[in-house]
Each structure stands twice: as C-alpha cells, then as structure tokens.
C-alpha cells in the first residue's frame, strides 16, 4: 500500500512529465522545421523557386557571394517553363550534363509555379506558405510529403551534376522530417 508521501511523489512526478512532453513536442517539432528550412531554402531548392520576374537565380557556394539572375538573360515567362520565349528544355535535358557547372537536366525542367515563391523569403514566410493549399500546388501537408518525397525535379536537388553543391542531408531525411512535423502540429517559427 502506498504512503500518502509516495502518491504524492509519483503524482509530481506524472505532472512534471505531463507537463514536458508538450514542451518536447514542440522543441522537436521547431527542430524538424528548422531542417526542413535548411533545404527548402538551400540553392537548390530556392533558385527556382522565384518571384514574378520569372528570373532562375544562380546562388550558392559555386557562384560566388552574390546571388545573380540566370544567364544568358534567360526568363521563364508567365507559363513558368519558357513558353513564349525560349523552353527551359531548350538547354536542360532529361539528365544532367557530364560537364562541371553544365546544364543540369531533369524529366520535367520548369520552374516553381508563382505562389510557390521561396526566393528570399524568411522562414516564418516559407511555412506558412507549405501549410497554405492556395500557395503549396493545391495540396494537403500529407500531399507535400509525398511531392517531396516522389517528384523527380526534387530529387534532383540532391543529384544535381557535377560542379554543384548538392541539398544538404538527404531526401529521405527530408521526408522524415516533414513526417514528423506534420504529427507534432507542423507549427511555423514566430516571425
């Protein structure tokens, strides 16, 4: 039988449990966000992932400390893949170039559609931005982990040919990190 001192012990320390397992959720939840924004707004996921100037940007360690428009005065226009005035798949082919800093490729080369703008943005403004469907592709975060996890365009940041810093970590830690997120609330940074 249990001494009225023991039951008061054990119930402080349910309590105090009780009380840091939210407390853990949350440090872990901020802590898989703040990975996921690591790769959301490396080069190779940011540099397509552009504002209304419809500008690829080249950035990141293999080009210098000020990110630059795309050369070759290279537009997407409107449609997002160069339709009125030169294909993205004029250059980017179905796999990279074997040639350093060449044209990489992919399936399908287009850019991130508008509302998906990452480029310069915070991370507060990003994840938002993943859990709102009028600015993700129309999808649900469980649709976002599954894009992520199967489209070959987001692959490639991770194979992006030679010459090229790849996405830090990997996919799959990605995929785990965005699965975990989501369980814990997917909650954004303040701003």
Known sequence: MMSTLSRSILASGLLVLAAATPARAQDDAAAAWTRIHEVFSHPRCANCHVPADNRPRWSGANYGATPRVHGMNVNGDESRIGARTMMCGTCHAKTNSPVPHGPPGAEVWVLAPLPMQWWDRTSTQICEQIKDSKRNGGRTLERVIE????????????????????APRTKDALVADLRLWVKLGAPCPKP
């Open 147 to 166: 894009h992520v996890d199967r489209d070959n365009l987001v692959a490639w940041g991770w194979s992006p040919g030679p010459g090229r810093e790849p």
